[in-house]
């Protein structure tokens, strides 16, 4: 049976389809796993430290709905596969590459969530604030941010789950993750194709959950549903 | 094809200026325009894909939030499974799928649809759930069913968000299937990776852009069939 081959595969080591060399393992797949984390996990960072103040900023002053709106539309008609070849082929591959392209994949809905999650604060509350004499950055600060968090991280958690899977086909542009198993079926054979199917899928539900659960730990106590009811 | 022929050498002296961008992987607008009909087959497939998958995930997506319309406890939990398939990298369920549906379109369709249901899901119910409920009322009184309330009042007032729902999958979709060439589907995607390399600059642009041409063309197909359906807004616009 293939699927028990497959985790056969995850955990120990066997001669390559293409002969030589020693492939599968713990610790090669952990490596990969190691790979995929940091190179999904830096993109995030990086598109988090610019799409979201960007977002909380034009929803504060209530600009560029248009662009922050649209721009998510925009995101998700550009196939992931062409953003990754496109920087392959015309910017040069390698690690460094490959993170520019994941930040483009993953500030659209981030910062769309952010804009929106601002624009959706009850108005009553922020003219409450400026009327207790709070500047504007505490109005972000402590009125905007805290209230727009929980869509603020819906939006996170749609890029961190996108970047993960598209992270699956870095291996074309020279980062090796846990996507080589599965584009490089001639050296791993078909069980390892399996095992790196299996280990992508179980990655990107760990990041859903996780990032699920981060959602309602970052909603603010008095906003959760159980506690006004 | 006739990158072939021109590789062979004796031919016009526009051919040989084109034959040198090709040769030194620059981008060719040229070649893409001369070339167009290696794109049509791969487009074709696409389109297919794209079609059928949201078609079926349409279907099943709104049967199952008509069930839950009925039955609310059933909610949690299709959010909750719909969920799952959602977050699955498609390229990895390809591959789980791939030892019982075998390679081609049938693996990438059920990919694809598995995709699209937690979207349309969600859209249909909470459209279904924003009708207000003054509108039900009228509708009771005017003596529907339930049936009769559901298809007359309550799904023509949530098309809408039924159509955003639908939109968002399709557009979604025709990106995904970029990615249907791994699963030996075809697609656009055999225009951007030839073997296992992503080098050919020119094939990139060509193929990445009729794909998201695809995808507007779509979305705009989506918003014609929204109109159409609700007559009675073009009415009332002023």
Request: charged letters at 10%; aromatic letters at 8%.
């Given at each position: 049976?293939?699927f028990?081959?497959?985790i056969?595969?995850?955990f120990?080591?066997?001669?390559?389809?293409t002969?030589g060399v020693e492939?599968?393992?713990l610790?090669q797949?952990?490596?990969?796993t190691w790979?995929?984390?940091q190179?999904s996990a830096v993109?995030?960072?990086v598109?988090c430290?610019?799409?979201v103040p960007?977002?909380?900023?034009?929803?504060?002053?209530?600009?560029?709905e248009?662009?922050?709106v649209s721009?998510?539309?925009?995101?998700?008609?550009v196939p992931s596969?062409a953003?990754i070849?496109?920087?392959?082929?015309?910017?040069?591959?390698?690690?460094t590459?490959v993170?520019?392209a994941l930040?483009?994949?993953?500030?659209?809905p981030?910062?769309?969530?952010?804009y929106?999650g601002?624009?959706q604060?009850?108005?009553e509350?922020?003219d409450a604030?400026r009327g207790?004499?709070?500047t504007?950055f505490?109005?972000v600060?402590?009125?905007e941010?805290?209230?727009?968090?929980?869509t603020i991280?819906?939006?996170i958690?749609?890029s961190?789950?996108?970047v993960?899977?598209?992270?699956?086909?870095a291996?074309?542009?020279?980062?090796?993750t846990?996507?080589?198993?599965i584009?490089?079926?001639?050296?791993?054979?078909d069980?390892?194709?399996?095992?790196?199917?299996?280990?992508?899928?179980?990655?990107?539900v760990?990041?859903e959950?996780?990032?699920?659960w981060?959602?309602?730990?970052?909603?603010p106590?008095?906003?959760?549903?159980?506690a006004s009811g | 094809?006739s990158?072939?022929l021109?590789a062979?050498?004796?031919v016009?002296?526009r051919?040989r200026?084109?034959?040198?961008c090709?040769?030194?992987?620059?981008f060719?607008?040229?070649?893409?325009?001369?070339?167009f009909?290696?794109?049509l087959?791969?487009?074709?497939?696409h389109?297919f894909?794209t079609?059928?998958?949201?078609v079926?995930?349409f279907?099943?997506?709104?049967?199952l939030?008509l069930?839950?319309?009925q039955?609310r406890w059933?909610?949690?939990?299709?959010t909750?499974?719909?969920?799952?398939?959602y977050t699955?990298p498609?390229?990895?369920?390809?591959?789980?799928l791939?030892?019982?549906?075998?390679r081609?379109?049938?693996?990438?369709?059920i990919a694809?649809?598995a995709?699209?249901?937690?979207?349309?899901?969600?859209?249909?119910?909470r459209?279904?759930?924003?009708?207000?409920?003054?509108a039900?009322?009228?509708?009771?009184?005017?003596?529907?069913?339930?049936?009769?309330?559901?298809?007359?009042?309550?799904l023509?007032?949530?098309?809408?968000e039924i159509?955003?729902g639908?939109?968002?999958?399709?557009?979604?979709?025709?990106?995904?299937?970029?990615?249907?060439v791994?699963?030996g589907?075809?697609g656009l995607?055999?225009?951007?990776?030839?073997?296992?390399n992503?080098t050919f600059?020119t094939g990139i642009?060509?193929a990445?852009g009729?794909?998201?041409?695809?995808?507007f063309?779509?979305?705009?197909?989506l918003?014609l069939?929204?109109?159409?359906l609700?007559?009675w807004?073009?009415a009332?616009v002023?």
């Amino acid at each position: 049976m293939i699927f028990i081959d497959a985790i056969d595969f995850i955990f120990n080591t066997r001669e390559a389809q293409t002969g030589g060399v020693e492939v599968g393992g713990l610790e090669q797949a952990l490596a990969f796993t190691w790979a995929h984390v940091q190179l999904s996990a830096v993109a995030m960072l990086v598109a988090c430290l610019f799409a979201v103040p960007l977002g909380l900023w034009l929803g504060h002053l209530g600009r560029g709905e248009l662009v922050a709106v649209s721009m998510s539309n925009i995101g998700r008609a550009v196939p992931s596969l062409a953003l990754i070849a496109f920087f392959a082929a015309y910017i040069g591959v390698g690690f460094t590459n490959v993170t520019i392209a994941l930040v483009l994949l993953a500030i659209p809905p981030i910062l769309t969530n952010a804009y929106v999650g601002v624009r959706q604060v009850d108005r009553e509350a922020i003219d409450a604030a400026r009327g207790m004499g709070l500047t504007a950055f505490q109005i972000v600060r402590r009125i905007e941010l805290p209230l727009a968090l929980p869509t603020i991280f819906g939006g996170i958690r749609i890029s961190a789950v996108n970047v993960v899977a598209t992270a699956t086909i870095a291996p074309l542009a020279g980062v090796l993750t846990l996507g080589d198993y599965i584009l490089s079926a001639n050296v791993y054979g078909d069980a390892g194709r399996l095992a790196g199917a299996l280990m992508v899928a179980a990655l990107a539900v760990a990041v859903e959950l996780g990032f699920a659960w981060l959602q309602r730990a970052m909603t603010p106590r008095g906003l959760r549903p159980e506690a006004s009811g | 094809m006739s990158l072939g022929l021109l590789a062979q050498g004796g031919v016009q002296i526009r051919d040989r200026s084109e034959t040198s961008c090709i040769a030194e992987n620059g981008f060719c607008p040229a070649w893409i325009i001369e070339n167009f009909d290696r794109y049509l087959e791969p487009l074709a497939q696409h389109v297919f894909l794209t079609v059928v998958s949201v078609v079926a995930g349409f279907a099943i997506a709104f049967g199952l939030a008509l069930l839950a319309h009925q039955r609310r406890w059933l909610i949690g939990p299709i959010t909750s499974a719909t969920g799952i398939l959602y977050t699955l990298p498609s390229l990895a369920l390809f591959f789980l799928l791939l030892p019982i549906t075998g390679r081609g379109s049938l693996t990438a369709v059920i990919a694809l649809t598995a995709y699209t249901l937690q979207i349309i899901f969600r859209n249909v119910v909470r459209g279904l759930e924003n009708v207000p409920p003054d509108a039900i009322d009228a509708g009771r009184g005017m003596g529907f069913t339930d049936r009769g309330l559901l298809w007359r009042v309550e799904l023509p007032l949530a098309l809408p968000e039924i159509v955003a729902g639908v939109r968002i999958a399709a557009t979604t979709t025709v990106g995904l299937a970029t990615l249907a060439v791994f699963a030996g589907a075809g697609g656009l995607g055999s225009e951007i990776v030839t073997g296992s390399n992503i080098t050919f600059r020119t094939g990139i642009v060509a193929a990445g852009g009729i794909a998201v041409l695809l995808a507007f063309s779509l979305d705009v197909a989506l918003l014609l069939v929204q109109r159409l359906l609700s007559p009675w807004r073009r009415a009332v616009v002023t």
